[in-house]
């Protein structure tokens, strides 16, 4: 390895890197503000300036010189020290005096470093100039007269995103950020560029004045607004949860969020359901816990257990699916599914092993493919964060991707095979099947949508022979992905929360199949077959379950509980309480356990750590916590079931990114998305 100096410190290097780096590895703190790790170079601010030898006899920016062996890097001498001020003094020369009112306020890279960095005085009394805001949609609120053009906002837009919306206009002091055509930044991940922003000229629109940082208290949790599980912090003041931010986590998020994960944290509070329900006289009326509890026993004791039956949504926990099988299979009812959308996968077999429906690849591992084919996926909006590894593989041009489906944008080039069943059969006409033929890590990414239906299964039989044909999982690598798009989906695959034997599923028991019928958080459903159903709701929100419902038990939302979610990948994570639950509601897997008494079946556990233990004990899978399963080689032709596959398209279930939970549909910032998305130029700005 290479060797250089920083302040007289011998430090060790990899070839490639920067100076700016370097001197990081020695444990020095260089200043930056349009240096990102994740970004490409732009070497705009100059705050980064540091003392080179040998080399020219002036500062000079780190961030975009290369480090060389024998170099002498001082990062504190009295001419980086001046030069550090210089830069400081003309960043702020425009800069408005209004950290009393940003929002940036507390957290601001600005403030930090013009108090550990500036001179503290400025020589300039010319007038500020001023530049006038702009429109960049319902997520980022801006005040550009406080931008220093550090072109990270134009940089994650174009490079990570994927949508060229922004750059930088004029030259000189008229040089300004500003987005083309007066548009809205159309990106599901656009928030991330108002966590990038340095100074307060791009802050969350949603948030806007709503709170000050040192008021809030933080918890780390993960986030279940899809399958993904990306690490998140959560910050509320009292009973309110305020703002979501991403946390780093390198195997699954990186350090990006996408819009909804981190802003749909305002429908926690509308919609709710905070008391017991039943239905009396056609309308429903708030009644006591003890009351809906026997009116719930009172139905289950009078009917037959073939005739009941329960179907978990996607925000489900583990625990909550737990208890409700425990409960269920001790009366006899077998009537349980975990799949609202019908996806053919599950339960483990001695043929179908859990790999059968895991992301086996893994979400970071997905960068080692060279090549990718998506078959019934609109990836950038069932697990945007995992289209967006793909971009980047595709950027340094590591991989080639197809699609059999819709041709939708997903913000890099592809081969367009088809838009259903019939192109799984023509792949072996396309010309990316010798792409696939010769890769040294195939990678094949299955929407849940393309194996619904009445032929799903046949279909993944058909997926999974291709997978055989291309030798997709072999020994030391695992290439066969299906992408789920509910948080709750693998943990309620791991406990066998599906229907077996003659058991019914969703589709069954939601076309009359079942005469009661419990919806545990089950809401993307069609409840117009449930007429004749006496249908229980358990959950957080007043949304199409509750809706639909005779009796409604309110249950705790994701930040007022503790709860196990496996993501996509099979890692067992836990999201942690950040709040309590809203006026009387309780955590779901404690109303289970309150109605086992009433039933007379009374669960074996009387608290959450009992009950996890339980979990553990039936599904060892759930000991471990935080850690990616070992992706093994199975036999992919076992999988799925020899039929015939009718011809059909592959078209996502997912129709608006924005609105596919209840907490999602109670917010009005994604509805605020959502009209925007619609009508990208109608947006005000403010």
Known sequence: MAKAKVNGVEVEFDPGMTVLQVAELAGEEIPRFCYHERLSIAGNCRMCLVEVKPGPPKPQASCALPAAEGQEIFTNTPMVKKAREGVMEFLLINHPLDCPICDQGGECDLQDQSVAYGKGASRYDENKRAVEE?????????????????????????????VTEMGMISRGENAEITSYLEQSVSSELSGNVNDLCPVGALTHRPWSFNYRPWELTKTETIDVHDAVGAHIRIDNRGPAVLRALPRLKEEINEEWLTDKSRYAVDGLSRQRLDKPYVRKAGKLVAVSWDEALGTVAGKIKATDASKIGAIAGDLVDAEAMKATKDLFYSMGVTNLDCRQEGAKVGPVTQSTPREAWLFNTGIAGLEEADAILLIGTDLRHEASLINARIRKSWLKGAVQVAVIGEANDLTYDYAHVGVGTKALKDLKKHAFRDVLKNAKKPAILVGSNAISGADGAAVLKEIALISDDYDVVREGWNGFNIVHTAASRVAGLDLGFVPVGEAKDAAAMLTGGVELLVLLGADEINTSGLDNTFVVYIGSHGDAGAAAADVILPGAAYTEKSGIYTNLEGRVQIAERCVFPKGEAKEDWAIIRALSGYVGHTLPYDSLN??????????????????????????????????????????????????????????TAMAECSAARKAPLSVAAE
């Open 610 to 667: 009992a009950l996890r233990e339980k979990l553990i004990t039936d599904h060892p899978v759930f000991g471990r916590i935080d850690v990616k399963p070992t992706a093994k080689a199975f036999d992919v032709k076992a999988i799925g079931t020899k039929g015939e596959v009718t011809d059909k398209l592959f078209v996502s279930h997912i129709t608006d990114f924005y609105l596919t939970n209840p907490i999602a549909r109670a917010s």
């Open 134 to 162: 702009k429109n960049l949609g319902p997520t980022i609120k801006t005040f550009m007269t406080r931008c220093i053009q550090c072109t990270r906002c134009v940089r994650f837009t174009t490079e990570v995103a994927g």
